[in-house]
């Protein structure tokens, strides 16, 4: 099923719908996702399998034997319409209640980040400049992705962006801060990748020995606090 306008639900397979609550993402829309993906599992419980959020979509993978899909699409309709009335009457919250705001040290070096230097060069900027320019930012956790940990954050300022690297790096070191276009991201373990390397963060954002597993969620905030060579090998980071 899937409307003109948004908010549209798709069938994603035939236990599983995707909503999209608009055509872009901002903080607002990914705190609408929040709301919806909180309403959803207190209602419908163990009748989800799974909830996956991301930025400006929800996807719900239900136990169609124990669930009928229309009786999903009317939970679902009734929820959109209460987001829809607190949407106009601006009561809706500006961050999910699950969102925390979360800093993450990074050692910014050419030694950690060998693409510091050229990205300066490229926007005409400082070290110092650059650094700062990210550090500063407040990015929002629009998805989970690509590999378990690895969280997508927007957005990274303007003067900043750079396009991801034509030819990837068959190996991108576990704990590596990055930035590809408008995004930044901390590499959660060792892998290929194709994105810009600014520095390293020493805090471990997958870990299967811990509970929860994930440092990182959707809606959540991070800033980056750079540190120096001293402290980011007292916390474990590795050159």
Request: charged fraction near 15%; glycine fraction near 6%.
């Amino acid at each position: 099923m899937a409307y003109s306008e948004y908010p549209q639900i798709h069938q994603a397979g035939e236990d599983s719908l995707l909503i999209y609550l608009a055509a872009v993402a901002n903080p607002q829309v990914l705190s609408q996702v929040q709301w919806l993906q909180q309403q959803v599992r207190q209602q419908l419980g163990d009748l989800l399998l799974d909830v996956v959020p991301s930025y400006n979509s929800l996807l719900l993978i239900y136990d169609f034997l124990q669930l009928d899909q229309s009786q999903l699409l009317r939970c679902i309709e009734d929820l959109l319409a209460q987001l829809a009335a607190m949407t106009q009457q601006k009561h809706c919250a500006a961050a999910p209640e699950s969102g925390r705001q979360i800093e993450l040290p990074c050692y910014y070096s050419s030694e950690t980040g060998p693409d510091l230097v050229i990205i300066a060069k490229q926007h005409q900027l400082s070290i110092c400049d650059l650094i700062k320019i990210h550090s500063t930012q407040l990015y929002q956790v629009y998805a989970i992705g690509f590999a378990p940990g690895f969280a997508y954050l927007g957005w990274v300022d303007p003067r900043i962006a750079t396009p991801r690297l034509h030819t990837p790096r068959l190996k991108v070191p576990a704990g590596s801060v990055a930035i590809a276009d408008r995004q930044t991201a901390v590499y959660p373990a060792t892998s290929p990748g194709g994105w810009n390397l600014l520095g390293n963060c020493p805090v471990r954002l997958f870990d299967l020995q811990k509970q929860p597993s994930m440092i990182l969620q959707t809606g959540d905030a991070v800033r980056f606090v750079p540190i120096e060579r001293a402290e980011y090998l007292r916390l474990g980071g590795l050159l």
